[in-house]
């Protein structure tokens, strides 16, 4: 079996970077492929569905560039292909004065990458979200919300319509060179391919490593644990609500979503998974676990985040903690509103010496495409970051 490209995962950033290659380059013979049983199994399926705005991300970073633009090619391909969502609009909720500096800190940013930001002082955030507790916020109207699954389905379709070798199930083992081309050694037997791209989110550090090339960074798993209030406490919030984040911490803080379905899922919260798939407490692996303890940059980076980590476990064992910190925004909530959900986990990148990789992160040589960091808001960027790697790969074909 020949290729011309292979793409190593069938989450949303793989499905779209196949999706764009398909239509830059009809003739191209396109191979996709995931060890997984359906299509975005991992990060993908297990998220927010929050099309973000470009908000957060420091102006010139790649974030900032795709996140807007990226954000307005998802509500583009929904509508087209009768995928739902919504443009809610969000707000992002000061609590406290001493917040006042970080939100102006976040309109400023916001301007600067293009996001339409308007001011709301109390009385103007209670028309907007009467059972949320603010002082002050940010209304971003640009933000919304879909379903990235439905969105994975959507692009197979068409990846298949165009002929495209879709195959799930299918984990990629090794690989090796046989003259100008790759043969990649796979749980479903060998691909011969001219080029590859790395898409495997929680796994892309061992695949560049499979691939021969030593990763800038390693991915270190968070999960971000998730309650949904019972139906007759959805109407509490009606679209999209956040606090002020933590700006040394790459993670938006628990917040208030008010999902494509209907309902109202609080959360993530950000804890160390025992595994790279570790979707619980009872899901760990040694090797990980060894990594935990002894390597020095995950040393480092544990000392930085002791405090904030402790806080996280604490919130994540005893769901009353989880229940007061979402409070700080919706008082009305109780405990026996909320019901565990299906967590997600994190692929977040962070270098040798400790320092959690803020930006997307692709590497590139003379065969592969290695896409090293895509945290949030790939998800929403991912028909961009698609087109990106397309343009790369283009190039070297
Ligand atoms: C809790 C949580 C909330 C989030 N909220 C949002 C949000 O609201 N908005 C937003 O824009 N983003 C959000 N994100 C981020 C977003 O989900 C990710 O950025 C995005 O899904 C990354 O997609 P991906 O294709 O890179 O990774 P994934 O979806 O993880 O896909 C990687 C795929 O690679 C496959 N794979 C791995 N190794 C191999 C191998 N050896 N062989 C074959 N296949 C392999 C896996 O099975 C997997 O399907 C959130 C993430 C989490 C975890």
């Given at each position: ?24 380059d ?15 199994a991992h ?11 470009g ?62 930001v ?28 879909t ?20 195959r ?64 007759f ?52 692996s040694?090797e ?38 979402a ?37 590139e ?17 991912s ?15």
């Amino acid at each position: 079996m020949t290729a011309d490209v292979t793409i190593i995962g069938g989450g949303i950033v793989g499905l779209a970077t196949a999706h764009a290659l398909a239509r830059q380059d009809p003739g191209c013979r396109i191979t996709v492929l995931d060890k997984e049983r359906h299509w975005g199994a991992h990060q993908t399926g297990h998220n927010s569905g929050v099309i973000h705005s470009g908000l957060y991300y420091p102006p010139g970073s790649a974030k900032a560039r795709f996140a807007r633009v990226g954000g307005e090619a998802m509500y583009r391909f929904c509508a087209e292909h009768g995928i739902p969502v919504r443009r809610t609009g969000k707000v992002v909720v000061a609590t406290a004065e001493d917040q006042f500096g970080r939100l102006a800190e976040l309109a400023r940013r916001g301007r600067a990458n293009g996001v339409g930001v308007s001011e709301l002082d109390h009385a103007r955030l209670r028309e907007r979200e009467p059972h949320v507790r603010g002082r002050r916020a940010l209304l971003v109207p640009e933000a919304g919300i879909t379903d990235f699954s439905a969105v994975c389905r959507k692009l197979a379709e068409l990846l298949a319509e165009r002929g495209a070798d879709l195959r799930t199930g299918t984990e990629l083992v090794g690989v090796h060179r046989d003259g100008a081309d790759l043969v990649l050694s796979t749980t479903g037997g060998e691909i011969r391919t001219r080029r590859a791209v790395n898409c495997a989110g929680l796994h892309s550090d061992v695949v560049a490593e499979l691939a021969g090339t030593r990763p800038p960074a390693r991915i270190l798993p968070f999960r971000g644990e998730y309650y949904e209030t019972t139906s007759f406490r959805r109407d509490l919030v009606n679209a999209l609500v956040y606090p002020v984040p933590d700006p040394a911490f790459p993670f938006l803080g628990v917040h208030l979503t008010r999902m494509v379905d209907g309902g109202l899922h609080v959360g993530p919260n950000a804890v160390p998974a025992l595994a790279r798939e570790g979707y619980g407490w009872t899901t760990w692996s040694p090797e990980h676990l060894r990594r935990l303890v002894r390597d020095p940059g995950l040393r480092a980076l544990a000392r930085k985040y002791w405090r904030t980590g402790a806080v996280e476990i604490a919130r994540s064992a005893l769901k009353p903690l989880f229940v007061r910190a979402a409070q700080q925004l919706l008082p009305e909530l109780r405990g026996r509103d909320l019901l565990r959900a299906e967590a997600g986990v994190r692929a977040q990148a962070v270098t040798a010496d400790g320092v959690l990789v803020d930006d997307f992160l692709v590497v590139e040589d003379e065969h592969w495409v290695h896409v090293l960091n895509a945290p949030s808001p790939a998800a929403t960027a991912s028909l961009l970051i698609g087109e990106d790697i397309a343009e790369r790969i283009k190039t070297r074909r």
